[in-house]
């Protein structure tokens, strides 16, 4: 099994090469505008039909190269199959590269891309992770950026993934807000710093807005300058952090030759109801996230993922199958006894309950209720 993974690349790039490069992004953003405005016009969003109505008036229009036009092209047509994403604009910060107009050299650590004028030879500054990654490697695709007035390139390569290996048994894994993450091994990975983080900046923004809506031009000029400074830092953050918790879940698999079973959480934002407080904090929350990390971690060490129902699985004693009761961080179970920290109690329901979907034994996904009926398959 093949896997596709991205390596961020920091380039060298004189004054004069980044004016070349700048007037070529803006090029290629105008360029996926004109696209899309077409696209939504003739109400059409396949590459074939925007090629064939795009292309002539793409190269005339912004002087692009032939290959230069079909990536943005190829760009544009995801957007616009999208209803969300249909209207929206592309901004001059990045472009699409394939193996004709680029070409990497690992060992001179240099890259040649084609701009508006022609080729260009850039060094890049690699560290010991991109050396690893792109050592034998003939990278065929790359996005050249632009981020806060410094240039990369982030390289897809293609490695092979080792196939999954057979798991005897299961990590069921219990995603929150307060805990971020909890496994069925007794693992918390506790979310209460990122939460304070989050509110921390959370204020300073508000604190922000509200000096620039009652401030003189000079005061909201400035105010907005630093929320222009802070955005995304937030988002950064949290990246790191799921990065971290991702890495180190999938390694305990790996090395106890296990399983990861996560809970289906689709559409968990339209079912669950929070008070206003922590609405903010819910909505925010990247659960989304933290479970690609894993997958794609999960890919490349050969650790199979799973995905089970998430009812009952807060409610279900671990130790009788009974439903119990759950107050904030405390599970107790008034047939058996048993009593454990709640996001550990559901982590191991969720262990069991992806066993039972290995194994095909269903009749294990079901909980007893203190009536004495059954809930489950």
């Known amino acids: 099994m093949e896997t596709i993974r991205t390596l961020s690349c920091k380039l060298i790039v004189p004054p004069r090469v980044a004016q070349r490069i700048d007037a070529t992004m803006t090029a290629f953003a105008d360029a996926c505008n004109l696209v899309a405005d077409w696209g939504n016009d003739n109400k059409c969003h396949r590459q074939y039909d925007l090629h064939k109505g795009c292309y002539r008036d793409v190269r005339e229009q912004f002087g692009l190269s032939a290959n230069l036009a079909v990536r943005a092209i190829a760009r544009v047509a995801p957007r616009l199959a999208n209803a969300k994403t249909r209207h929206s604009r592309f901004k001059p910060t990045s472009i699409d590269y394939d193996a004709r107009i680029f070409k990497l050299n690992v060992e001179t650590e240099t890259v040649s891309i084609r701009l508006l004028d022609g080729r260009c030879i850039l060094a890049m500054q690699l560290g010991d992770f991109q050396r690893e990654g792109l050592a034998g490697q003939n990278?065929?695709?790359?996005?050249?950026?632009?981020?806060?007035?410094?240039?990369?390139?982030?390289?897809?390569?293609?490695?092979?993934?080792?196939?999954?290996?057979?798991?005897?048994?299961?990590?069921?894994?219990?995603?929150?807000?307060?805990?971020?993450?909890?496994?069925s091994a007794g693992h918390q990975f506790q979310g209460e710093d990122l939460s304070d983080y989050r509110q921390h900046r959370a204020d300073v923004r508000a604190r922000l807005q509200a000096k620039a809506d009652t401030g003189n031009k000079q005061t909201r000029k400035a105010c907005r300058r630093a929320l222009k400074r802070l955005s995304g830092?937030?988002?950064?953050?949290?990246?790191?952090?799921?990065?971290?918790?991702?890495?180190?879940?999938?390694?305990?698999?790996?090395?106890?030759?296990?399983?990861?079973?996560?809970?289906?959480?689709?559409g968990i934002r339209d079912?669950?109801?929070?008070?206003?407080?922590q609405r903010r904090r819910f909505h925010s929350w990247a659960f989304y996230q933290l479970q690609?990390?894993?997958?794609?971690?999960?890919?490349?060490?050969?650790?199979?993922?799973?995905?089970?129902?998430?009812?009952?699985?807060?409610?279900?004693?671990?130790?009788?199958?009974?439903?119990?009761?759950?107050?904030?961080?405390?599970?107790?179970?008034?047939?058996?006894?048993?009593?454990?920290?709640a996001d550990v109690n559901a982590a191991r329901n969720i262990a069991r309950w992806g066993l039972a979907v290995i194994r095909g034994e269903y009749s294990l996904l079901s909980c007893a209720l203190p009536s004495g009926g059954r809930v489950g398959g």
């Open 233 to 266: 830092r937030e988002r950064r953050h949290q990246k790191r952090i799921n990065h971290e918790i991702s890495k180190k879940l999938v390694v305990f698999a790996r090395d106890h030759g296990l399983a990861i079973v996560f809970e289906t959480l689709k």
């Open 271 to 277: 079912r669950c109801r929070f008070g206003k407080g």
């Open 292 to 341: 690609q990390f894993v997958e794609y971690k999960a890919k490349r060490e050969g650790v199979h993922i799973v995905y089970v129902d998430p009812r009952y699985t807060s409610k279900t004693c671990s130790n009788c199958l009974h439903v119990g009761t759950r107050r904030q961080d405390d599970f107790s179970c008034k047939d058996c006894g048993h009593g454990s920290h």
């Open 139 to 183: 990278p065929t695709s790359a996005i050249l950026s632009r981020k806060r007035g410094t240039y990369y390139l982030d390289v897809q390569v293609k490695e092979d993934a080792p196939p999954a290996q057979d798991a005897e048994d299961t990590l069921g894994v219990d995603l929150g807000i307060r805990s971020i993450a909890c496994d």
